[in-house]
Structure formats: structure tokens, C-alpha cells
């Protein structure tokens, strides 16, 4: 959860997990950042002001990520598809794609231009992942605290896709719900985002 403030950029204000089967999801609304927002926003560089988002797992390798971005004039509905395979013990490929839904009352030139900056605004946060998942290394027991999540679930669920199928157990696939509670971090986040702001406003 605490991802999304540090690396996306935005107060997660919802946050919840699920797994069951062979799928995994999290679900999650947010407020943009004030101190990352453009300083004046315009038609060409608009502020979000939110995002409400459902990504979900089929499997460990295949991703739909249905996310809405809201700016203050309307809301743009879009989807990014990932996949990502290992091809041997220290790489893997991944490929991705994403689309922009067209708006009513938007011209084709328009909902082109807007598909455009929209792509290159998902890809910068998306390949902000890609970089952490290119640095990270696996830790048996790692020290968690309780904003972290269900990390110890989260494994279960991925082990179910690395034994033979006669060797999937019930807490591999059980349904499992988590929603954490973000009030206590995002009071932390916006007094920081205050101190960011007013540290900025002092330099003027």
C-alpha cells in the first residue's frame, strides 16, 4: 500500500487484497499528491486529482489493470495488460499494452492526443515498477510492519503455481480478504506533503 505514495505518487484512501484460486486482486482509490501536481495545470498538462484502480492476477504472470484517472473536468477510463514470464533463474520478458477509452463529445484527433499522453503518463508509472522488480531479491523472512499487508498470503498463493498440481493445498487457494485500514499513514503522508509544500512555497 505504501507503494503508491512513494512511487505513484498518490494517498491510497482504499486498500484491499483478495485472493482465491488461481486469481489475486487488489483494489484501490486514491488522492493524487498536491506536491507533485502540475504547478499550473492546464488543458495540455491537467492535475489528477485521483485514481480508482481493480488489478488482477490470472495466474502469476498475466495482469488487467483497470484504472480510472479523475481530473477535475471528467473522468478517463483506461486499461493496462501485462505479462511477464521467467526465461531462466535472473531475467524474464515482459511485454504490455494500453488503451484509453474515448469520450463522448471528443473528437477522433482529440481522443488520439489524449490517448497519447495518457499511454506515456501509464507507461512512466508502470516502468516506475519494472525498475523495482529489475533491483529486487527474495527474503525468507522478512521484517514486516503492519501496513505492509498480507505478504506471507501473497506467497502462499504464488506457491500454488510453482509445485505439481497433486501438491496444491487449500491455503493455496482458499479465498483470503485483507483491507487495511489507511488512515494512520496517509495523516504521516499529508503532513509530509505540507511540509513539501510549504517548503516550496518559500522559496518563491
Known sequence: ????????????????????????????????????????????????????????????????????????????????????????????????????????????EEAEEMAVKTGKFIKYGFEQDVAIWNNKAPIDNPLLCEEDGPVYQLRRWYQQFYVDVEEVTDEMTDRFEFEIDTTRPNEAWRAEVAENLAARAAKR
Open 1 to 108: 500500500m505504501a507503494h503508491f505514495f512513494y512511487i505513484h505518487y498518490s494517498f491510497p484512501t482504499y486498500f484491499k487484497n483478495v485472493f482465491e484460486g488461481q486469481s489475486a486482486y487488489q483494489y484501490m482509490n486514491g488522492d493524487g499528491r498536491e506536491d507533485v501536481r502540475p504547478a499550473k495545470p492546464s488543458k495540455e498538462n491537467p492535475a489528477v486529482l485521483g485514481t480508482t484502480s481493480v488489478a488482477a492476477y490470472h495466474g502469476p504472470s498475466f495482469m488487467i489493470d483497470e484504472v480510472t484517472y479523475h481530473y477535475e473536468d471528467m473522468d478517463v477510463d483506461t486499461i493496462l495488460i501485462n505479462c511477464h514470464y521467467p526465461i531462466d533463474e535472473n531475467n524474464f520478458v515482459l511485454m504490455y499494452g494500453v488503451i484509453v477509452e474515448q469520450k463522448d463529445g471528443v473528437t477522433k
